[in-house]
């Protein structure tokens, strides 16, 4: 198939992925320097938690709701959900039965589905969708209309999971896909919303000592190494690795005024920013 | 940190309030996995290092594949090959992203499975995207001879940045392991041009030596300069639950396949 090769439209860096290895590191390293197009760049990302948000019900999810809706006119959101409660029960079980992550991560991809279907019925009125994966090219035009769309938050990555380094549970869930979104689109933010005003020393509801920290850069958060923590830890391997999502910021969804107050760009609950951020945008 | 409080409407379970973000709740969630299709084997027919040669490498491989069908059952991933390369090179002309380049590859090497279950079509051989390997497989197999599927996984848009440069990491070998450790298969077989590991490239350097078997920390630790597979494979094998290994042969000899399938030592075994 030299025909290719031969191939003077071809750019320099195209006839060396044409004829080398793609893991070949001097090749990886080439196509740093080609340009960075952010492809929806006024869009802002936000997940909405599923056991800290969609499992209080009406209380917590009608005011989050009303937040939405009176932000749709000023700021272009993608809302996606978390499993939650629901998936906890169904990991367990499955765990249980001896299936594996893959099987896992179909189950739990079902349980952040309901939420944003059940999202999606109190938003319906307001004419905004639901998109699954496979609608995402027609994601701009709902949000240019619409001001709004909601997604489940789960990866599609489905039977192709992979393994986490410990235990059973699929490393990649909501937060994870989320943060996927905002960092291939480019997006302006990704917030997400759970129940607390973000990042603690310790588990505050367990600690009374535990105090809050408005900002910290990733590299300090994962050398410090703590037990729990209140994102996905994968989310803080990719944002290592991102070039286009700089930080990520928590909300307390039950406060309210406090998404509205990340839309418009004020430093509520937590940021969490890389201080190394690499090939910038 | 996400336990839901009081508040939340819970269902009872193991995990219930917990947060799958402590470390102690995600340790003690470790068991035993057990095999949905313990008879199956993964075959993956490499892109650039055969469907791209044509008819002359494509048509004995896939005749050693009908050949062993009454005997082993095989689901065969297909690499994209060099329009994958192509639309890599314009989509980073462009700028777009990895996620976005993921999605383009993905649909080089969905052609070339396309291309592939139309040769087999006439063994029973199905052709199943991602939503139907999820629900079918198990049902194909048992009514249909076998199947064929888009060897780079569904990640799409969700496609990792790799860490170094903009190329995404999981391609058709990650792709067609992740197929075989799900399913906790007896075997995944990774079909390319060359006969498996060396010390060094053997086109390029006389002393080199070939390795017919070797563990993925040795391998990791030789920081060879370029591998026959995609590296990210080696993670995934560290962190296996089933599949403890995979064999890359080269399907460009005759009977190749057929020795890798009755387990014979053939091409290079890279395990944990």
């Known amino acids: ?281 | 940190m996400n336990d839901g409080g009081p508040g939340a409407q819970h269902v009872v379970s193991r995990l219930m309030r917990e947060s799958l973000m402590d470390k102690a709740v995600i340790a003690g969630t470790e068991a035993g996995v057990r095999s949905i299709l313990p008879n199956l084997n993964v075959i993956q027919i490499g892109g650039l290092s055969i469907m791209d040669r044509g008819q002359s490498a494509v048509l004995p491989l896939l005749d050693e594949i009908v050949a062993n069908q009454q005997e082993h059952t095989q689901v065969v991933g297909v690499g994209p090959g060099v329009r994958a390369r192509h639309i890599l090179s314009v989509g980073l002309d462009l700028g777009l992203p990895t996620g976005a380049l993921a999605t383009l590859a993905a649909k080089s090497s969905a052609q070339n499975a396309y291309i592939v279950s139309c040769l087999l079509a006439n063994h029973g051989f199905v052709y199943l995207e991602a939503p139907f390997i999820v629900q079918l497989l198990p049902a194909m197999l048992a009514a249909a001879r076998g199947a064929v599927f888009n060897g780079i996984p569904p990640y799409d848009l969700w496609e990792h940045p790799p860490s170094l440069g903009k190329l995404p990491p999981h391609g058709s070998d990650a792709g067609s392991y992740l197929i075989g450790e799900v399913f906790g298969a007896r075997s995944v077989i990774l079909l390319k041009d060359v006969d498996g590991l060396y010390t060094a490239d053997p086109k390029t350097d006389k002393g080199a030596k070939f390795i017919p078997d070797i563990s993925v920390s040795e391998l990791l630790h030789m920081q060879l300069a370029t591998l026959p597979i995609e590296p990210v494979v080696l993670d995934l094998l560290t962190r296996s639950k089933l599949v403890k290994s995979v064999r890359v042969v080269n399907g460009l000899v005759p009977g190749n396949l057929s020795r890798a399938l009755a387990g014979d030592t053939v091409g290079t075994l890279i395990h944990v």
């Open chain 1, 1 to 281: 198939m030299d025909e290719v090769t031969g191939n003077t439209m071809l750019t320099e860096l195209g006839q060396r992925l044409v004829n080398g290895s793609l893991s070949d590191p001097a090749i990886q390293r080439a196509t740093e320097a080609t340009p960075n197009f952010a492809i929806l760049p006024w869009v802002n990302v936000v997940k909405i938690g599923g056991q800290s948000i969609m499992d209080r019900g009406r209380s917590a999810v009608g005011p989050v709701v009303d937040e939405i809706v009176a932000n749709l006119k000023r700021h272009k959101m993608i809302l996606g959900t978390g499993a939650g409660t629901r998936a906890r029960h169904v990991y367990s079980l499955a765990i249980d039965l001896g299936l594996p992550v893959g099987v896992l991560t179909v189950l739990g991809t079902a349980v952040a589905w309901q939420n944003a279907q059940m999202l999606q019925y109190l938003l319906a009125k307001h004419g905004i969708a639901f998109l699954e994966p496979e609608g995402f090219p027609s994601l701009p035009h709902y949000l240019m209309e619409r001001g709004a769309v909601i997604c489940q938050g789960m990866p599609p990555y489905k039977l192709w999971e992979g393994n986490p380094e410990i235990g059973r549970i699929p490393p990649q869930r909501t937060d994870t896909g989320c943060f996927l979104i905002a960092e291939v689109f480019g997006a302006r933010k990704m917030i997400y919303v759970k129940d607390e005003d973000g990042l603690y020393t310790a588990d505050p509801k367990k600690d009374p000592k535990a105090t809050h920290i408005p900002r910290i850069s990733v590299q300090e958060l994962l050398a410090r190494d703590f037990n729990d923590l209140v994102v996905e830890r994968a989310v803080l391997d990719l944002m290592l690795k991102a070039r286009n999502i700089s930080e990520i910021q928590f909300v307390n969804g039950l406060k309210p005024g406090q998404l509205s107050a990340a839309l418009d760009g004020e430093p509520v609950g937590t940021i969490v920013f890389n201080a190394a951020m690499k090939g910038a945008a």
